[in-house]
């Protein structure tokens, strides 16, 4: 019996630090959360481009809009890799 509650009270210990671990050290970018969040508030949004930070800081979406005069959207979260804009593009979709 003795052994079962070690393992209870290490199991519990364990689930309070990983809990505690994600509060504390994974949070979510802020930049992601409002671009996010625009995008998703937005529904005039005719031409998006999805990338990484090389989206992010090469391409002006306001600039695209005026020369191609479709609104524009640059959906850009850094250091997104594939599997991140085919989640972008299924959520913006």
């Given at each position: 019996m003795k052994h079962f509650i070690r393992l209870a009270v290490f199991l519990l210990g364990f689930?309070?630090?990983?809990?505690?671990?994600?509060?504390?050290?994974?949070?979510?970018?802020?930049?992601?959360a409002l671009?996010?969040?625009e995008m998703k508030s937005r529904s005039d949004i005719e031409l998006a481009v999805v990338g990484s930070s090389i989206v992010r800081d090469h391409f002006n979406a306001e600039m695209i809009t005026k020369e191609t005069g479709l609104e524009?959207?640059?959906?850009?979260?850094?250091c997104a890799a594939l599997q991140?804009?085919?989640?972008?593009?299924?959520?913006?979709?």
């Open positions: 689930a309070l630090l990983v809990i505690l671990a994600d509060c504390t050290l994974i949070q979510t970018d802020t930049f992601v671009t996010l969040s524009s959207f640059s959906l850009g979260i850094p991140a804009d085919l989640a972008m593009t299924k959520e913006f979709y």
